[in-house]
């Protein structure tokens, strides 16, 4: 399955899913709340000593780096205009220690590990009538309909450009609409003749 | 559905199957590049339509469960938002807000579709716009949150408004002929059963 | 055995069909007319998934407006596009969700589903991306996931529509062999070689109810 995630065996690799998380929880929430650039360089420093120690190799970590520093750049130049130089830092120190720390998290974190964190916190829920595995299930029907959708996508902008409509938007999304219904309605049906949905 | 005889249960499959695909269908919006709009030689991400139409189409039930879908499986890792983005940060980073604001969207867009007998294009533009509207109240005071300043956030987000209202005249248009092509889509039981 | 009793059911205020009455014991029917005519809504209320407005329904004692659940584990049933039909990633994951409810282990299910498509001619195809397969593959493999739960009735809703003429012919001698009673819908009427009985609906009404020669002539008739 194509996702973010970044194969590895270090401490960080390893940590619990749900330790992550909370981690991650805490961390946004102190960034939120701490407005002093001092205590967000410590984060920001902090959440780097992660990518140290995740050992993400160059080209993973470069390419965020580089969307990142842009973005950086950006939002300090309009901060700086519009409130300030200190206030600019401290802004560009939130987004920067909470996007690296968020990126983090999601690139070492396979997202089969998350499934099986989620189908085990929801456990509990079973009892309420929640059936667990549908996690997995959910994940593996809606990456199956963006490939058919996709597909659907491709024919329909096919169609429109054979109509010479390419720039019409209704000539796309009308048709790609009604057909992704119907892929839904026969979806349906193919779930339920294959007792999907009944308990 | 004018006279539905039977009580007609529709089966949790075809829910499902509903919600899923929308889901999909947003993702599909934000993976698949060049969809030009009017006649602007620039393709523009129209994935923030999506919710919209979601709640126009499919209703505010099965709308919004398709939206929280469609954000699960990006904070779970799948790159499934415009630019190939997934994972936390889009919805830690300073737009996140708007991010979690397209569950209210298509709520409200539904809630008002629902509303109607039969949803025609004045309703639409109202319940479009009432969910951009719901977006924007959630996602400038995150943005504020972030900069320490919410009318700053205010006047930068005003950027996006004239693409935005553009969607939403799109998106009530789009879901109107929907509406005509496929009568009865908010409420139809696809399968019956049970 | 199949039971319609005096079946009739509406969309809206449009009659699709009226006053069915069929007893089908058959192991191979086949439901023919032109488009329109009701054969699929027909099919469909064999599981359920459409409830008739009017009438009974029973299949082999099941009643689809009381058991749902039941009989669709009884009936499996084929749908024209194999790829509606698909909903996991690969051949084999794709078999093996239909054994979801079945208690059985995940090694387990993994192993019948090899099985299965090993059965009906896709040996190896296990691992191999399912939207990837050919279009009569895909047929084969919505069949595979409906034999793997091994119902005792089979619907086939114009199942070889997409499909090029051999593998239209492999499918159709695939359900000359199935031990399954099959009710097939269908506009090829090539197909019906060896079935039992043939029902002609035109209007949502039963024009015509025999062996496949004499009702096809009728059927030929019709439509001239
Ligand atoms: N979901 C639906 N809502 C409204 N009308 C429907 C629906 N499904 C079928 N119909 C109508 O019911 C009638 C019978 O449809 P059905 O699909 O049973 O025909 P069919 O014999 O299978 O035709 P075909 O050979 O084209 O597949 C048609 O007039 C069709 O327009
Ligand atoms: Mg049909």
Known sequence: MISAHEPGTSVVHRAPVGAKLLALFALAAAVFVLGSPLWLGVLCGVVLLGYALARIPARRWLRTARALLILAVFVFALQWWLLGAQAALVVCLRLVTALAAANLVTLTTPVDDVVSAVERWARPLRRFGVRPESVGLLVGLTMQAVATLSGIAREVREAAKARGAERSVTAFAVPFLVRTLRHADELGEALAARGAGDR | MPDVPAPRVSLPAADLARTVVFAAFIAVLGIFPGIYLGGSGVPIVIQNAGPLLAGAILGARRGTASVVLLLALVAIGLPLLSGGRGGLAPFVGPSGGFLFGWIASALVTGLIVQRAERPGLPVLLMATTAGLAVDYAIGIPFLGAYTGDLGAAAVQSLVFLPGDAGKVVAAAVIAAVVHRALPGTLARPAVHGE | ?224
């Open chain 3, 1 to 224: 055995m199949i039971e319609f009793s005096r079946v009739g059911h509406r969309f809206g205020d449009r009659v699709v069909l009226s006053d069915v009455e069929l007893t089908l014991p058959e192991r191979r029917v086949a439901f023919v007319g032109a488009n329109g005519s009701g054969k699929s809504t027909l099919a469909r209320m064999i599981n359920g998934l459409v409830l008739p407005d009017d009438g009974k329904v029973l299949v082999d004692g099941l009643d689809p407006a009381k058991d749902g659940r039941k009989v669709r584990k009884h009936v499996g049933f084929v749908f024209t596009n194999p790829d509606s039909q698909i909903v996991m990633p690969t051949a084999g994951e794709d078999v093996a969700f239909s054994l979801r409810g079945s208690g059985l282990s995940k090694a387990e299910r993994a192993r019948r589903a090899a099985e299965v498509l090993a059965e009906y001619g896709l040996d190896g195809y296990a691992e191999h991306p399912a939207h990837q397969l050919s279009g009569g593959q895909k047929q084969l493999l919505a069949l595979c996931a409906m034999l793997v739960l091994d119902p005792a009735v089979l619907v086939c809703d114009e199942p070889t529509t997409l499909l090029d003429l051999r593998n239209k012919r492999r499918f159709a001698e695939l359900l000359g062999t199935l031990r399954q009673q099959v009710v097939l819908v269908t506009h090829d009427l090539d197909l019906l070689d060896g079935f039992d009985r043939v029902v002609v609906l035109d209007g949502g009404r039963v024009v015509a109810d025999d062996e496949p020669e004499p009702a096809l002539r009728y059927y030929r008739k019709l439509a001239e």
